[in-house]
């Protein structure tokens, strides 16, 4: 596809439940950001990588949150036993070049509405 | 850390007017600064954006101001129309791998 690619769209889990979340960027893109948005607010950084190397996980809000991209393309933010204010959309994002010095547009995925019951 | 404010909260105008909305951040350091339109359901998308090299940047009714030294840039939008209606976000950018958005401001046009 053209564009930035999240699954599931929704997801709804028990309190306690791990959950798995996938981006699928754009190809070619080496910059990828997973952010949290909840209700009403702007997008809150969670983690960056370049290419594989996850090069910034400062947003991430505690152990129970994990993210991966092994080959420098796909990427799966995990959250262990979801609690109910992990409750939000979390947005996946992805740009051309390296974050740094020079900074250009990301593009945005539709982004996954996880809901904590 | 970077500081980004974005003002007003929520706007209001009938269709046809303008709409201005302004980024305030604290890091002297930022050198690019985006707009992003956020429709419901989906994720953020950039209409505009300018370096810190350049003061003004306009494409059809959008254009992006930049005042480095007062560190602020504002988003105006002309003749707005009701598929205007949306949130926008700002989200100045620096060297570091971080970005900080600001909190939104939800913009309404009135038919």
């Known amino acids: 596809g053209a564009g930035v690619s999240q699954s599931p769209r929704y997801k709804v889990a028990k309190r306690g439940q791990d959950v798995a979340l996938r981006c699928d960027p754009i190809s070619g893109h080496v910059s990828l950001f997973w952010y949290q948005q909840a209700l009403g607010q702007g997008p809150e950084f969670l983690t960056y990588?370049?290419?594989?190397?996850?090069?910034?996980k400062s947003g991430l809000p505690s152990d129970r949150f994990f993210a991966e991209r092994p080959e420098g393309s796909v990427s799966t933010l995990k959250i262990q036993r979801t609690q109910q204010e992990d409750s939000a959309v979390y947005l996946c994002a992805s740009s051309l070049i390296p974050k740094g010095e020079w900074n250009t547009e990301a593009f945005f995925g539709q982004g996954t509405r996880l809901t904590v019951v | 850390g970077e500081n980004v404010e974005q003002h007003p909260s929520t706007l209001s105008v009938q269709e046809g007017d303008s709409a201005v909305i302004k980024c305030t951040y604290s890091?002297?350091?930022?050198?690019?600064f985006p707009w992003y339109k956020q429709e419901l359901g989906k994720g953020p998308q950039l209409i505009i954006d300018i370096r810190s090299n350049v003061g003004e940047k306009k494409d059809q009714r959008i254009a992006v101001t930049l005042n480095k030294t007062a560190k602020h840039f504002s988003l105006h939008i002309t003749e707005t129309q009701p598929e205007d209606s949306a949130v926008y976000f700002c989200?100045?950018?620096?060297?570091?791998?971080?970005?900080?958005f600001g909190a939104g401001t939800r913009l309404f046009v009135k038919a």
């Open positions: 990588f370049q290419n594989e190397a996850q090069l910034d």
């Open positions: 989200a100045p950018h620096t060297g570091g791998f971080k970005t900080i």
């Open positions: 890091d002297s350091a930022s050198n690019y």
